[in-house]
Every structure is written in structure tokens, then in C-alpha cells.
């Protein structure tokens, strides 16, 4: 549990960390919070010969909100996205999300662009930020581009992103109306056996939907946005047929393995359970 | 006497004695990370030692090279087993009588075993040249299940003793096969069986689990060649026995041998055995001429020191129509893994596993145990248990359960039917103990009484009710255990452990101005014996625990004894406290008469002083004889005031105690959650009832922990599946519930204190109790037995496959 050597670099702009990686290419890494990459360099599935860490660099640490839009920097931990005020009035599924994420101490140390860079399937944020419809904005040395969460996860640990980019800020539209992030684990800090972030809203009339958006995550190798069952709820309204023709849409779109959280039958039957209760709360909040 | 003299309650409270709960001396430096730990230690010049180990289960090593990993500069030595064959060395004996491999030679029998051991001047250094280590194996056919390790076509894992048709523990029938250990009447046990009314069946599975303790295991050994004399610290809970098996094993003499346990960061059992890596830390010292550490991580810690459990008990259990056990039968098949390392006494295979009559009165019994070997890491090591008393308390506690399913009773009843009576005691049971004393009715009623038992069956009934009528997807289960441990070995007369008897020691020294050092042979490893055993020795002696140092660990300074595990400290080098207190008091009185100009006799003890019997103004304090003792010439007594004793125990201690549990499971995700645990214990003579209940609590939730989800498990090549703290399960305090604590007081009839150890009741009991309680909540609807671990996807299946879901 000890990694192999590496340079350790700590630049203080994001033009200079840009930079550090063009010059170092495939032999670098970023560095975030550390609580994925480290634990990885660890047990040497990782064994970068540079890290250049993204600490030192304040502009990448910001929560804005302006015109309906948030934008994060990719350097804000879990623990600033839970204690953001506006945020958890504006957006609160983000706080909710978090709060499900680990534990404290590695709540203060992730960040939410290293968890939604790193391309795991067991983080909680790309499911997030598929259902929030996010934007991520990359910069590599050809410049700066965005791309939506949404086409940004290929497979496990692989992104759109080129390994030459470092993703600075994700930005997102405020969302008023029910939501809920469901998340069965083992123990804490543990990830997901089944997780489901849902957003509702009702139409004028306070019975149909206008909205809705449902994302799973850890039930693939990349996080599911459920397209179909979320245009059903936004067809056919929110009552128990729905809910359960909802559900079974999302259940045909996952493909879970079986591993020591337990086999797939069980996972699938498991996220029905999550992904019925997220919706049923979240419409409780609209 | 005057005003402000203290009466004789403030003078017993000032001792700090028997009863009280007094915080614990050690927690100021924990709690502060001012422990001192093994990987604390730093000697001047000291090298660093690191594992290549097997990533295959069952493969012959053709070849290692370490040419690589030499050439890395920094690199000082890289031993293979062909380094270590000279001295010797390259196997060793292990506690169980087999011997096990140091360094694989010629072949790898588990995935994670030692194969070469890098020397290096960082420990960073070590683990870049462990990967550059060239070792070519060829893989063979793995054996996983134990019940595959007799069929014709299983690999043979242990060539080197493939022909040995005798093994430690008697006759062995195939190559894969260790020992089979009888015990009890075989034939009256069938015959009963095949006559009885009722007979219930079960195969019990306790599945593989490990103890992790939060502190892994380590050793720094240094090796002085100027005066030839060889330190060792480690992690070890019996460091004299460790000694002497150093000094047997390496020709060292053994007064040249020093162990050192420093602080330990927790043992349950991992901490009993000889790793590789003790030898090896050993070895590099001698041959480097240098102090060597060796600290594990928390993977190689899973998966390659001993685990606990692995034991398949098939049983069968009869008893009359309206529920009296008439007969008990268990064949155990017991997983030991690559080599049998089990920490047992000699003469106990599988530990105390003919403890598994439980707290009933069961006139005939009849146990066998047969040890397999598979391609698994070695061990068996009592976790938080007294030697297989875990299993025991697991085996019995289910097969209630499932004889009061196949009686339609309730399993609360059957209990109280077959208890054994308070007046049975001393009781000598079927499979060969003699009970020293209990009172099982009482602690029942009480627990049932506590918990409202009879309401929440009627709850629980009405949510079997809902449930069916589709208004609820939550169960409810009630868990029941009553359990009974056998503690505190052994009596010298049957325990041993590698030919040392389990007696254990204090020696206790009073300082002129009346305070003192105790030092024993036993080793806390967060059980608090600074605490506690300063109270024993408060209450026999009239200093105050807050006057006496309590030393243990450093085998040059503590007198001989067989450490810490099995719940053995209190009832044995607890026992000898007291016993060596009582010498103490001895001399005190010769002292006090002298100092008084009475007749020794005409003194009697009070509290912390003697007193001229009928003139209770004239006295000599505890104090005032100690110093006396240095400064007077006393005609016919030697000066000081010192004592030492080693106690042979006549026999165990049998604590026990009554849990329930009330749980609810949500049968579509699988999760449970804990309402309610209520837990009796009765230990007998209660020392220190906070460190009691705090002990009760760990252990309780080591027992939640096994209940529910911590497992050793591999796949079908021998690869562990859980070896990080992600799958494997330890309770954070938020999966940790409530704990109500309770208690009786039976004392134990021969200890000279009436305690009988508390450490590992809870564990004992505690997983019965929340396994029971996953049981019962699938009960009303036909379930009899479904195993642990009851994790999410578990108890989803046992939902599933009895048609919960739809
Ligand atoms: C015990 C434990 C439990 C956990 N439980 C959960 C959980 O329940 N849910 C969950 O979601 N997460 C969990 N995590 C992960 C945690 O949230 C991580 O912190 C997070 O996934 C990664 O964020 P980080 O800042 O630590 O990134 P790092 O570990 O520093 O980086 C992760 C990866 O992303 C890359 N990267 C980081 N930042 C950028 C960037 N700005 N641009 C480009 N690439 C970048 C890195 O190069 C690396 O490959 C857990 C971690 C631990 C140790």
C-alpha cells in the first residue's frame, strides 16, 4: 500500500498547470482531493510519474450563481457544496447528494471535479449532473470547450475528456421543484449498491408533470441517465402505473454486475425499490 | 479520633477498588496518540522489511529471481526460503502442532503468502523491490471447499506430509485431511436419536471471518552481535510463549531474548500466533547485523494473518413432543486453510467446541470435529472468543431455534425448559466440563421481562399480518441467545500451549512510602488491565488503584505467563493478582502485630490498615507497614514487602448471559436496522462495571459486524474477495445501535475474586442473537435457517426464494 515514486508539482494557475501537463503528457496526472487517485496510486493500479496538484490554484474554487445558472469550480469540495446556502435553496439535491457521498473527512477533501472527472461508476456526482442536464468545461492546450455530462462518460474510467484537459468548472440550471437523491450502501463510506437522483415538477394545474429527469448510478459502467422513463413521468403524469412503468423503464436500461455488493438479480430488484422511493419522494416535494 | 478523619466508606472509595467504575489510566495517552505502539518504534540504523507474496492460491514456484531487486539501491538483502533452510528456518512449527512455511518452498498453498522478504533502508525503497522480484510459478488445481478436499480427483495441497498417516491429533485419512476430534457418546447419541419423538436438523454454517484489528500486525527485531543478545518487539498477545518459541526455534538461549509488547492496537486472536514475519524481521536482523521492522498493511493483515470461523456444523437435535432435549449431535467440518495455525491449546483441536451444549441441561452429546486443508490463508483463531466457543454459542443457539420451529413453540419457552437448573451446578455436561456455577432462569426472566418479550411477539404478529395484506414491506425478527462461554484457560493439568501450562503470574512490589508496581504475564491490548487489575490488587491490599503502576509485556522485567486471549486475564493472572495480593497481606499482618506489640493473630484486616481487634483506635495503615518493612528490623521477617504468585486455575470460569435483539428488515433492498439490544451479561464478581459496559458495547458490535456482513470470502481460484475495509464490513457508529446493558452476579465458586472475564461475552452471544433475529423474521413464513452473513443481498435472497417478492 505504498506507491511508486513520482515529482510532485503544485502550480498556481490554471495556465501553468495546463501547461506542466501539455510538457508532461501521459506521464502526469492531476491531483485533486486525492481520495480517488491516492487510494489507487496505493495499491499501484495508478502509478503516475507526476502529479501535478490543483490546490494551490483559486480560481478553480467558486460556487456562482447568476441567472439561473451555477457554476462550480472544479476545485470546491463536497463539504463547500453542502455548506453553500444558496445552493441548498437553489439546487438542494446537490446537498443531498453530497451529504451521501463517504464521509466527512472525505467529504472535505473531495472535490466535485476530481469525483466527476475520475469516471468511476461508483460516484455519485456524473449521476447527479446527468439528471441536473450539467455542462463541464475543459481546458487543454487547443483551448477551452464544454461538454455535457450526459455525453461524457464512455466507460468506466474513460471520459471525453482528453488526458491533456483539466476540467475547471461544471456549470447547471437551477432547479426549483421536488427532487431526491436515494442511495443504498452497506455502511458509510461505502458507494452505492443502487443510487437514483430524481427531479420533479409540477405543471401549472399543481396534477401533471412538466418535468422530470432520473439519473442511476453504480448499475453500469457509466452513470444511466433514464431518458425514457423520465419523458413518461412527463407524459403520463405521477400515480402509481406510471411510477411503476417509470421504474421498469429505468430497470431495463441498467446492466448491473455482480460483484460483493451482491448479484444482479438482487441489484435490479434493489434500484426498483430506490428508484420508486426517489420518485415518490421527490413528487411528495414538489 | 479526630473530626476530619476519613469513616470507612470514604477510605473503601479511596481505594478505588472491586465495583468501581474507574476511568481507565491508559485512555489519557490514546486518546491523545501518545500510545506507543510497534510501529512507533525507531532504532538508530534500523532496515525495513516488505512481503513478495503469492497472488496464486495453489502453484508450485519454479524459480526467483532477485537480481533485479538487488541491483535497486537501497536494496540490502532479499531472503527466499533457500536463505532461511541453513538455519533451519524456512518452515516453522505453529501452535496446532503442524508446521508452516516461512517462505514458500517450492510451492504457494494461499493467495497472499510469503515468498521472499525484501530488506531494504526505507520502507519505500521495500516496496518498489518487491515488484521488481521475479517469480515464476506454475498454477495447479485450487481447493476452495472443503467438502471437495476428499474426492478423487482434489488436489493434494500439503506434499510434504501427502503420506503421513498420522497427524498431531491422531489418525489422518487423506492427504487434505488434519485430525477428526471426537468427544461425547456416539452410539447412545444416535440411539437417542433414532428413537427420539423429535429430531431436528441443520447444517450451521459460521462463515470465515478475520479479527482486524485496528493496528496490524508487526515486529521490530534487533540483534546486538556484541553481547548476542536479540530484542523483539511486536504485536504479540502472549509475548513469553513467543520467547520461548524464539529461543527453540533460532538456538538463541533463551536469557538472551528479550520480547517487548509495547501498546497493541487490539489482538481478538490475530495477535496470538508466529507470523513469517516475526522470523523473518528476525533473520534480517541477524544477518544484517541491524534492527529490521516488518509492519503489515491492513491488506496483507486480511488477507494472510489468521482469520476466525470456517466451521460447517452439521447438527441434529432431539427432544421429546412437548420440548425436552433429550440428545445433541454435531459432526463439524472444519476449513483450517493451508496449514493448521489454529490457536488452541494442545490437547483441544477444535478449541472448546464441546462447549456446544450451551446452557442446557443435555444428557447425551456427541461432537466430531475433522480438519481439512484448503488453499486459504492459515489461522482459526479465537476472535474475541475463547478458543471455538463462538461457533459453540452459534451452533447451539440455532439449533434451538430450529427445534422450536419443528415444535411449533416458542423459542423464548424451549429455552426455559431446558436450562440447566441453579441447583445442578457444579454440572458436568454431556461432552465433558464441569460448569462451575449459573443461574439461567433468572437472567432469562429478567431479559424477557426487560424487553417486554410477550408484547413484541404479539407486535410482531400483527406485522406479519400487515405484511400479508400488502400495507407494509418491513418484517419484523426477535432474536433470542442465551449463551454460555467457557473462559480462562486452563487448568495446567490439561492446558498447554506448545508444553507451557496456561497458569498465568503477578508479582507485586511495595514501595517504602505505599505504592507499588504490579507486573503479569498477560498483555492488554485495549482491555484496560492497568485499570482494573490495580483495583483487584486495591481491594486485597488497601493501597489506592491510583498507587499501583501495572507493568506487562516486557518478558526481562513481568514474571512468566501465557498472555492474553480467550478471556484468560482476569480469571487467571486476575486470580493470581489477588492470590499474590493476599501474600502481601500475609506479611503485612506479621508487620502490623509486630509495629502494634500484639499477637499476630489479634490483628484484623480492615479496609486498608490491620486493627487491634476490639480497639479499633490502635491500627498500622497499608502505608505505615510498607514503610516499615524497609526502615525496622523485624525479628523473624524479612525486609521489603514483595510477593509473587502463579495461579493454576482448578478449572474455567463459565460466564454467561441472556441477549435480545429486535430488528426490522425491509425485504425488497435487503437492509435491517436494529430497534432494540438488550444484553445481560453475568460475569460473576464485576470489577469495573464501565469497563464492563465498554466491552460489552465492542463487542456487541464486533458480533453486528459478523452478524451482518464481515466475511472472508474467496472465489473459486482462491482469490480474496474482500481483503480492503471497503467490502470488508467494519461498523462505523453509525451502523452501531443502541445497546441496553444489564447484569446478574453469579460468582465463580473457585476464583478468588468470584469473576469469571467479560471481553469476548458479548461477541459470543451477540452473533447468535442478531442472526437469530434476521431468522426469526422470516419464521412465520416457513424459514428455518438461512446463514450468515446476513448481509443486503442475503437477506434479499432468503426473501426471494421464499416468494417475498412476488
Ligand atoms: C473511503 C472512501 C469512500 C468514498 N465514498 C464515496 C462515495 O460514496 N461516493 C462518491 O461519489 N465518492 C466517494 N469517494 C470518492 C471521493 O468522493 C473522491 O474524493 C472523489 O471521487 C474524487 O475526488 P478527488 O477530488 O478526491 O479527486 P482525485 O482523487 O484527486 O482525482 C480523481 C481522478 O480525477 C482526475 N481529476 C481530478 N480533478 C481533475 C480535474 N479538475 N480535471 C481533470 N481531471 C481531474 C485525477 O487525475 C484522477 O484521475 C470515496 C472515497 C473514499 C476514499
Redo the contacts between chains.
Sequence with gaps: MIPGTFEYHQPDSVQAAVALLDELGDDARVLAGGHSLIPMMKLRLAMPEHLIDLRRIDDLKFIRIESGVVHVGAMTTQHELINHAELAQQVPIIRETSLQIGDPQIRYQGTIGGNVANGDPGNDMPGLMQCLDATFTLLGPDGERKVAAREFYEAAYFTARDDLEILTSISFAVSPGGYAYEKQKRKIGDYATAAAAVLLRKAGDGVACSFASIAMTNLADTPIHCEAASQLLQDQGVNDASIEAAVASCIASIEPVDDNRGPVDFKKHAAAQITRRAIKSAWSRT | MSASAPSMKERQAALKGLGTSRKRVEDARFTQGKGNYVDDIKLPGMLYGDFVRSQHAHAYVKSIDTSAALALPGVVAVLTAKDLEPLNLHWMPTLAGDKQMVLADGKVLFQGQEVAFVVAES??IA??AI?LVQVEYEELPVLVDPFKAELPDAPVLREDIADAKEGAHGPRRHPNHIFTWEMGEKEATESILASAPVVAEEMVYYHRTHPCPLETCGSVASMDKVNGKLTLYGTFQAPHVVRTVASLLSGIAEHNIRVVSPDIGGGFGNKVGVYPGYVCSIVASIVTGLPVKWVE???ENLMSTAFARDYWMQGKIAATEDGKILGLWCHTTADHGAFDACADPTKFPAGFMNICTGSYDIGTAYLAVDGIYTNKAPGGVAYRCSFRVTEAAYFIERMIEVLAIKLNMDAAELRLKNFIRKDQFPYHSALGWEYDSGDYHTAWNKALEAVNYKELRTEQAAKVEAFKAGETRQLMGIGLCHFTEIVGAGPVKNCDILGMGMFDSCEIRIHPTGSAIARLGTISQGQGHATTFAQILASEIGISADDITIEEGDTDTAPYGLGTYGSRSTPVAGAATAMAGRKIRAKAQMIAAYLLEVHDNDVEWEVDRFVVKGAPERFKTMQEIAYASYNQAIPGVEPGLEAVSYYDPPNMTYPFGAYICVMDI?V????SSIRQFYALDDCGTRINPMIIEGQVHGGLTEALAIAL?QEI?YDELGNV??GTL??F????A??TPNYTTDYTETPSPHHPIGAKGVGESPNVGGVPCFSNAINDAFRPFGLTQTRMPH???RI??TA?KLGL?G
Design positions: 520502507r519505500y516496496a518498489d515488484d498493511d491492513r491488506m425491509d425488497d433492498t435487503g437492509t456482513g470470502a474477495k474482500t471497503m467490502d464490513f467494519i461498523p462505523t453509525w451502523e448481509d443486503h443481498w434479499w435472497q426471494n417478492h
